[in-house]
């Protein structure tokens, strides 16, 4: 999905970001002109995006490391497409950031002025089973910890990190995943500046409801979609400009993300779908179930129109709205047009931390846990993180 299209679907709007763009353009691309960076997770969405941004204002070095190998083939193409080419060093790696392959690497290189880390578990479903959610909870948290200790010790004058809308009063255990992700880089901020962005969903993301859209068409399949889920969505090219924008001009413990009264609206997923069907030409045409979706297809899509199932949202983890604060942060909305900034506060709780800690790792290393135990693990940090279990998940769902 191109970001034309997106953009079309998100209200026809320019570039969200562009005024601060525009505004920060030459210190942009003084501090990135000469710079070496490394950006883990470079083959998504968001990586690519980010990737784009730095390439195309001429870095010493990008390295992007990601553990899909398609992706990277596919950044590569569409870098070199958009492009071209520049006198510094573009490469891409296939590899885990937490493997001996990587460390090799790393002792290869000369230290890096900026490492971004945008990989991440990002699906509430993420939290089905005792086993993804552990996983979760490596990647979000843990692997997060080590690539920032490693960045501080060996490489990097500043850590990035993507966080999520989510981690804001957060209702599913991704989210909380990532709040507590960004407490364990509050901890270690002593030790290496570190940056932030909570920002909305990226229209056509990889792997996101919008994004499968294309595939239900080009497999002429049912669309499905809730009805009463609300949702703020950026472009990719939004994700990359505010992400570069926090890593290169926020300082320690800042936290970007958009703001709202800047004029981004939510939208519900129903309403982009029945918007995605039009422009390409079908009329959606809503059916009363699963069932009669599936079973009209066919007919419906013969005489352009679109079988949907919309539906009213009944899984673990759904949040009506997304918020970017809480009431007990309190951001500065004067500094930038469109990005508000919060400043983390140093009142981390450290013993907390430490016995989460040590409580998944004697999970993992007993061999077995349970949800609940992995709940409570999450309330030692988050006391009042209130999950509710509704014992139903999408993989259930169209």
Known sequence: MSDDLSIRLIKGRESFFRADIEHFK??????????RFLVIGGGGSIGRAVVGEIFRRQPAAVHAVDLSENNLVELVRDIRSSHGYIEGEFSTLPLDAMSPE???????????????????????????????LMRLVQVNIFNT?????????????????????????PVNMMGASKRIMELVLVRASSEISVSLARF??????????????????????????????????????????????SCLLASNRELFFPRLDAGLGALSFDVIAREFLRIHGYEPTECASEEEARGKASELIAQKRWPCWFFDSNTTGEKEIEEFYTEDEHPD????????VLTLSLDCPAEA??????????????GSWTKREMLDAFHYVLPGFVHEERDKYLDGKM
């Open 26 to 35: 030459r210190p942009l691309k003084e501090l990135v002109s000469g710079a």
């Open 102 to 132: 990587f460390d090799a690497f790393l002792a290869s290189q000369p230290a890096y002025d900026y490492v971004l880390n945008l990989s991440a578990l990002k699906h509430v479903r993420s939290e089905k089973d005792p086993y993804t």
């Open 145 to 169: 910890k080590a690539l920032a200790i490693r960045a501080a010790r060996d490489h990097g004058r500043k850590f990035f990190c993507v966080s999520t809308d989510k981690a804001a009063n």
């Open 200 to 245: 909305a969903n990226v229209a056509f993301s990889d792997g996101s409801l919008l994004h499968g859209f294309r595939f239900r068409m080009q497999k002429r399949q049912p669309i499905a979609a809730p009805r009463d889920v609300q949702r703020y969505f950026v472009t990719e090219q939004e994700s990359g400009e505010l992400c570069l924008l």
């Open 333 to 340: 909305l004067s500094r930038f047009e469109s990005i508000g």
């Open 353 to 366: 931390l430490d016995r989460f800690e040590a409580t998944i790792q004697s999970m993992r290393k007993r």
